[in-house]
Antibody, heavy 117, light 107 residues
Framework: QVQLEESGPGLMQPSETLSLTCTVS????????VGWVRQPLGKGLVWMGT???????NYNSAVQSRLSISRDTSKSQVFLKMNSLQPEDTGTYYC???????????WGQGVMVTVSS | DIQMTQSPASLSASLEEIVTITCQAS??????LAWYQQKPGKSPQLLIY???SLADGVPSRFSGSRSGTQYSLKISRLQVEDIGIYYC?????????FGSGTKLEIK
C-alpha cells in the first residue's frame, strides 16, 4: 500500500540548513508528484513546494529563495532542503502524494522541526 | 495567488445535525478543489477531490458541491468521530493554497 515517511532532525539552530527526507513506497515517483506542506504549531496548512512526476518543481514564493526539493527515484526518496532557517520555520513538515487531480491523497505522519537557539 | 476564504472559523453542532463549511475562491478554479479532515495530532486526510468526488473509504455522509467559485462541504449527519479541523485546498494552479480551516466541535 501507499506509504510516505518523513525523517530529519527535530531541532535546528537559526541560520542552519534543514534537510528532510521523504521515503515513499507503494508507488513510483515517476508516476505521482510529491509535495511538502508545513504546519506551524496550532495553525493551518501551508504548501511549500512540489516535485512533479516528470521531475520539475514548483515552490511557494514565500520560501522559494531558500528552498530546494529534489528526488532520487532509485531510492524512492524526495528531499527538502531549506537554508537560513528562522524561528518562524518551526512546525510540522509533511510530505504528501499528489493524486492526478493534484489533491494530496496520501500523507506522511509528519516530522516536527523546532528552530531555536 | 489564488486566495481561499473559508468559513466559519469554528463550528459547534449537535450529533446527527447537518453541517456545512464553505470556501470561496478568489478566481475561477473549476473543479480543482479538495477537502481534508485533520483530527487532533494526526495528518490531514483527503475527503473530497474534484470538488464533488468522495475519496476512497470516506463515509457517504460527507459530500462536496460547487456553485461558481463557492465550494461547500456538507456532513449530512454529524458523528462524534467527525470532530477535527477541516481545510479546503485549491489544486488549480501553483502556488497551491489552503483555506484557513474550520474547527468542528460537538455541542
Amino acid at each position: 500500500q501507499v506509504q510516505l515517511e518523513e525523517s530529519g532532525p527535530g531541532l535546528m539552530q537559526p541560520s542552519e540548513t534543514l534537510s528532510l527526507t521523504c521515503t515513499v513506497s507503494g508507488f513510483s515517483l515517476t508516476s505521482n508528484g510529491v509535495g511538502w506542506v508545513r504546519q506551524p504549531l496550532g495553525k493551518g496548512l501551508v504548501w511549500m513546494g512540489t516535485i512533479w512526476a516528470g521531475g520539475s518543481t514548483n515552490y511557494n514564493s514565500a520560501v522559494q529563495s531558500r528552498l530546494s526539493i529534489s528526488r532520487d527515484t532509485s531510492k524512492s526518496q524526495v528531499f527538502l532542503k531549506m537554508n537560513s532557517l528562522q524561528p518562524e520555520d518551526t512546525g510540522t513538515y509533511y510530505c504528501a502524494r499528489h493524486a492526478n487531480t493534484y489533491a494530496f491523497d496520501y500523507w506522511g505522519q509528519g516530522v516536527m522541526v523546532t528552530v531555536s537557539s | 495567488d489564488i486566495q481561499m476564504t473559508q468559513s466559519p472559523a469554528s463550528l459547534s453542532a449537535s450529533l446527527e445535525e447537518i453541517v456545512t463549511i464553505t470556501c470561496q475562491a478568489s478566481q475561477d478554479i473549476g473543479n480543482w478543489l479538495a477537502w481534508y479532515q485533520q483530527k487532533p495530532g494526526k495528518s490531514p486526510q483527503l475527503l473530497i477531490y474534484g470538488a464533488t468526488s468522495l475519496a476512497d473509504g470516506v463515509p457517504s455522509r460527507f459530500s462536496g458541491s460547487r456553485s461558481g467559485t463557492q465550494y461547500s462541504l456538507k456532513i449530512s449527519r454529524l458523528q462524534v468521530e467527525d470532530i477535527g479541523i477541516y481545510y479546503c485546498q485549491q489544486a488549480s494552479s501553483a502556488p497551491l493554497t489552503f483555506g484557513s480551516g474550520t474547527k468542528l466541535e460537538i455541542k
